[in-house]
């Protein structure tokens, strides 16, 4: 199984609305990514894993808090975001820390109203 | 600004002719990596050539890396229609916390029937 799944594929919520978005590989990786894609724009980083600890935060306003339950699961979830957060949020996995190839899901598309 | 710039913003091409891209980037780096993404979805991951390596191959892939010049560049021989995507260089700067990779702007290809 070389596949990292998201869910939702496509979220719409209000700004006083609490949602989380969800990762799962299992291709045994234990570094773990999430991205923010605005529309013709390169990928983010927002949040490295690693052995599900947090290792890298960039600067990412508090109304996006990330969560690593176990090696195989990735959340993030949302509470109070702004219009200007809807994008794409992909996440990723890798064997370890760089320079192991990322592997990307397919992204959810989300719209803040 | 971003590590990585990516030359051209856009390409388009005939089906059967050879397509290049090139990238430059700021700092010294650990490797570079190129991944494409086709509209709207994840990225792919295509090679990851490393700091000590000047040219790798994949299949129709040629990458170049001239770390003295600070650049690389990515070549599809032979394209196709399906090799219509964007593409992006992602470099791991050189003494940065592993994991973070930043991505060029990257390069639209639209390769013609």
């Known amino acids: 199984d070389t596949e990292v799944t998201q869910t939702p594929k496509h979220l719409v919520m209000g700004m006083t609305n609490k949602k989380s978005l969800k990762c799962e590989q299992h291709?045994?990786?234990?570094?773990m990514y999430w991205y923010k894609q605005k529309a013709k724009k390169p990928p983010e980083l927002m949040f490295v894993?690693?052995?599900?600890?947090?290792?890298i935060n960039e600067s990412v306003p508090s109304r996006f808090s990330p969560e690593c339950p176990n090696s195989s699961l990735l959340n993030l979830h949302l509470h109070a975001l702004q219009p200007e957060d809807s994008a794409l949020y992909l996440c990723?996995?890798?064997?370890?820390?760089?320079?192991?190839?990322?592997?990307f899901g397919p992204g959810t598309r989300l719209t803040v109203t | 600004s971003q590590q990585g710039e990516e030359d051209p913003q856009a390409l388009s091409i005939q089906e059967g002719e050879n397509a290049t891209m090139n990238c430059s980037y700021k700092t010294s780096i650990n490797n570079l990596q190129w991944y494409r993404q086709n509209s709207g979805r994840g990225l792919v991951h295509l090679i990851l050539i490393r700091s000590n390596e000047r040219e790798k191959h994949s299949g129709r892939l040629r990458v170049t890396l001239d770390t003295s010049k600070k650049s690389s560049s990515l070549l599809i021989t032979a394209s196709r229609a399906a090799d219509t995507a964007s593409y992006f260089c992602?470099?791991?700067?050189?003494?940065?916390?592993?994991?973070?990779?930043?991505f060029g702007d990257g390069t639209t290809l639209t390769v013609k029937p």
């Open positions: 291709m045994g990786h234990r570094a």
């Open positions: 990723a996995s890798s064997l370890g820390t760089a320079p192991y190839e990322q592997y």
């Open positions: 894993y690693s052995y599900e600890k947090l290792s």
């Open positions: 992602a470099t791991d700067a050189f003494r940065t916390n592993a994991g973070k990779s930043t």
